[in-house]
């Protein structure tokens, strides 16, 4: 997907299917996410918006990062309102790995 502000996120999974009426992707089975921002995620699903770009974890993820690792429960991923670029927000049991760049 390619989002008004340059960005991109790169989606792969076992199986998808796309509701072209709600403009709706559903990724089914292991998902594998990667950002132009660097971030590589593994969930067992995603929910992608095609319209507003908004992505939505289908349960636990795992996520490597420029700055080291995290896993959660759930992100969703969303443009900024501003066009500054991706916006990524972690919820249900977030933790944190960080590995200071040196």
Do not use: C, H, K, W
């Not at 997907?1 to 089975?29: H, K, P, Q, W, Y």
């Not at 974890?57 to 309102?81: H, K, N």
């Not at 049991?93 to 200071?100: A, C, F, K, T």
């Amino acid at each position: 997907m390619d989002n008004a502000d340059g960005s991109r996120i790169d989606i792969t999974a076992i199986r998808g299917e796309i509701d072209g009426r709600t403009r709706v992707a559903r990724f089914l089975g292991l998902a594998r996410l990667e950002t132009s921002s660097g971030y590589q995620m593994e969930t067992n699903g995603l929910i992608a918006e095609l319209d507003s770009g908004l992505v939505t974890s289908d349960g636990l993820l795992e996520i490597r990062a420029p700055f080291g690792e995290l896993t959660a429960g759930q992100v969703t991923f969303l443009v900024s309102e501003e066009n500054t670029g991706q916006q990524m927000l972690f919820t249900e049991g977030v933790r944190l790995i960080y590995r200071p760049q040196g």
